[in-house]
């Protein structure tokens, strides 16, 4: 079983930008597809962007599409969001999620490894 941890959370202004990073233990992420979720406060946990197990695929929320940016490095057993033009929407607890063989699932129920979240605050 793969564990998951995120890091690289933070506060920034509108307009900037922020890396999260996702951290596997446990076995390799070659075999996984990986996925970004968010939950912002008072809000449901949504999709952000996913990655297939091979990186041939990406698939984007429309919120984020042009914003931000997912890669996964399977030799460092990480994946990454690049976070780029920054919203006070964008603010939320954002999640890193595998799901073993998958194509870039945006359903959350796909997903059956999570981290506990980091938090990005984005102020106006």
């Known amino acids: 079983q793969v564990q998951l941890v995120e890091s690289g959370g933070g506060l920034v202004q509108a307009g900037g930008s922020l890396r999260l990073s996702c951290a596997a233990s446990?076995?390799?992420?070659?075999?996984?597809?990986m996925g970004w979720f968010r939950q912002g406060p008072g809000k449901e946990r949504e999709f952000v962007a996913a990655?297939?197990?091979?990186?041939?695929?990406?698939y984007y929320a429309d919120s984020v599409k042009g914003r931000f940016t997912i890669s996964r490095d399977n030799s460092k057993t990480a994946m990454y969001l690049q976070m780029n033009s920054l919203k006070p929407e964008d603010t939320a607890v954002y999640y890193c999620?595998?799901?073993?063989?998958?194509?870039?699932?945006?359903?959350?129920?796909?997903?059956?490894?999570w981290g506990q979240g980091t938090q990005v605050t984005v102020s106006s």
């Open positions: 446990g076995r390799t992420l070659s075999s996984y597809a």
């Open positions: 990655i297939s197990y091979n990186g041939s695929s990406t």
């Open positions: 999620a595998a799901a073993l063989w998958g194509p870039a699932y945006s359903a959350p129920e796909r997903y059956d490894t």
